[in-house]
């Protein structure tokens, strides 16, 4: 009270009345602070690990699991309901020495060629006509893409008959401007040539779409500033749009690479009526081919173990090479 008098005298406001006592929460104990401190740092370390724990289950189950068992009968003798018998490398230098390994390699490396190259420069060209501003762009870009949603066992057949040597489409087509019939099924280059055929038919409008996808994110202001320096369309395609998405094209070099190395379906049932042996003199035998007939016709399956595991060593040594050359074109890209 006195305060407030000589406050008033003074002619300053008096002060504030302190605050009242604020209810003050029990401390937790210490027993349940450090139960919800690890419950807590549990959930933030284990929660990522739950997540993708899936993936690495199902890896393992379907994938680590038959790796290595298959590298095991690989170093073994493995016949169709018999018992394993150790053979240490025999079953890879018996691939060495064997005519049928090195036939089978060769198909898969020149049918790989025939039909990855064709294919990509079409996707290429593909790609680079649906970048403009066309009408029914997006027609034309799910059209490309049809191919690929076709069964490989729907096209196939559909080509086997067009190849036919007897009443194919086109034998026929060739017999109008004046060529002999071509016996597609039983001849090594006319039998590679129809199966590239068929592998890029399919695949075309894939990469076609995943060229297309680059070539957007290529900034617009370079072909602009090319216009204006009167570059023709053709110049700006090779200087600009090719060294924009050199990344994307050394990815699709590598995963059809893969898929040549890995091809199975089209020449299996390209030679359907001759087996699966990949044609009567083994004119088209992929190396897929071959370790299908080692495992399930012949029964080998140590043979065809060994035969998958150096199809991985090419993958590996495929991948190896990939990322060389990505280490290559970065230090260009730097310098």
């Known amino acids: 009270m006195a305060t407030s008098v000589r406050a008033a005298a003074d002619g300053t406001p008096p002060p504030a009345p302190p605050p009242p006592p604020a209810s003050r929460k029990p401390t937790p104990t210490p027993a349940r602070t450090g139960w919800r401190s690890r419950l807590y740092r549990w959930d933030l370390k ?36 018999g018992e394993a ?19 089978a390699l060769a198909n898969t490396f020149t049918i790989g060629v025939i039909s990855t190259v064709p294919q990509l420069l079409m996707a290429l060209g593909l790609a680079h006509l649906l970048n403009y501003k066309l009408r029914g762009r997006g027609f034309f870009r799910v059209a490309v893409l049809a191919p690929y949603a076709t069964s490989i066992a729907a096209a196939t057949l559909v080509f086997a008959q067009l ?19 071509v016996s597609w099924e039983s001849s090594r280059w006319p039998a590679q040539i129809a199966i590239s055929v068929i592998v890029t038919w399919r695949w075309t409008g894939y990469n076609a779409l995943i060229y297309l996808a680059a070539m957007q994110a290529v900034p617009q202001d370079l072909y602009e500033a090319a216009s204006l320096d009167g570059a023709s369309r053709w110049r700006q395609f090779i200087s600009i749009t090719i060294p924009s998405i050199r990344p994307t094209i050394l990815f699709t070099i590598v995963v059809s690479t893969i898929g040549a190395t890995q091809l199975f ?17 083994n004119q088209f035998q992929t190396l897929s081919l071959l370790m299908y007939e080692k495992g399930w016709v012949t029964g080998a399956l140590g043979q065809a173990s060994a035969i ?21 074109n970065r230090r260009k890209s730097g310098a």
């Open 163 to 181: 190849f036919n040597s007897d009443y194919g489409l086109i034998n026929t087509v060739l017999g109008w401007v004046g060529f002999e019939p």
């Open 85 to 103: 018998e150790w053979r240490g490398f025999d079953n890879y230098t018996g691939l060495w020495d064997s005519d049928f390994f090195w036939n």
């Open 308 to 328: 998958a595991w150096v199809m991985l060593l090419l993958l590996l040594l495929i991948g190896g090479l990939r990322l060389v050359a990505g280490r290559v």
């Open 46 to 81: 284990a929660t990522p690990y739950a997540f993708v724990a899936p993936f690495f289950l199902c890896f393992a189950a379907f994938g680590l699991f038959p790796l290595i068992y298959t590298g095991w009968l690989s170093l073994h003798r493995v016949e169709l309901g």
């Open 265 to 281: 379906g089209e020449p299996m049932l390209f030679g359907g009526s001759l087996g699966v042996s990949g044609g009567s003199g």
